[in-house]
């Protein structure tokens, strides 16, 4: 399974940024997709999971700001990131759970996309 994250870039604090992550390869299910970021020097965090059923969750930091959405006709998972701080400033990472004919459950990664926010 390969991921290709895209839509990171520089914006100004109070404006918008739309992240995708497109999964390809030869899969039955994609099960939870996500996003998980990681700033310099700090860990990576994970900032909102979408089920393939169920609810959505988010870092409470975001909560209110972000939404994510996927396309299961695309196996797309999107991020749509209002009113961005300059704490949002981050490498952002798609995840999914993806089952494979013969494998069991295995979370795939995308490449990271940065996302800067000035202030």
């Known amino acids: 399974v390969q991921l290709q994250a895209s839509g990171g870039g520089l914006v100004q604090a109070g404006g918008s940024l739309r992240l995708s992550c497109t999964a390809s390869g030869s899969f039955l299910v994609l099960n939870n997709m996500g996003w998980q970021r990681q700033a310099p020097g700090k860990q990576r965090e994970s900032v909102a999971v979408?089920?393939?059923?169920?609810?959505?969750s988010y870092a409470d930091s975001v909560q209110g700001r972000f939404t994510i959405s996927r396309d299961n006709a695309k196996n797309t998972v999107y991020l749509q990131m209002n009113s961005l701080k300059p704490e949002d400033t981050a490498v952002y990472y798609c995840?999914?759970?993806?089952?494979?004919?013969?494998?069991?459950?295995?979370?795939?990664w995308g490449q990271g996309t940065q996302v800067t926010v000035s202030s």
């Open positions: 995840n999914v759970d993806a089952w494979e004919p013969g494998r069991a459950m295995t979370t795939y």
């Open positions: 979408i089920p393939s059923g169920g609810r959505l």
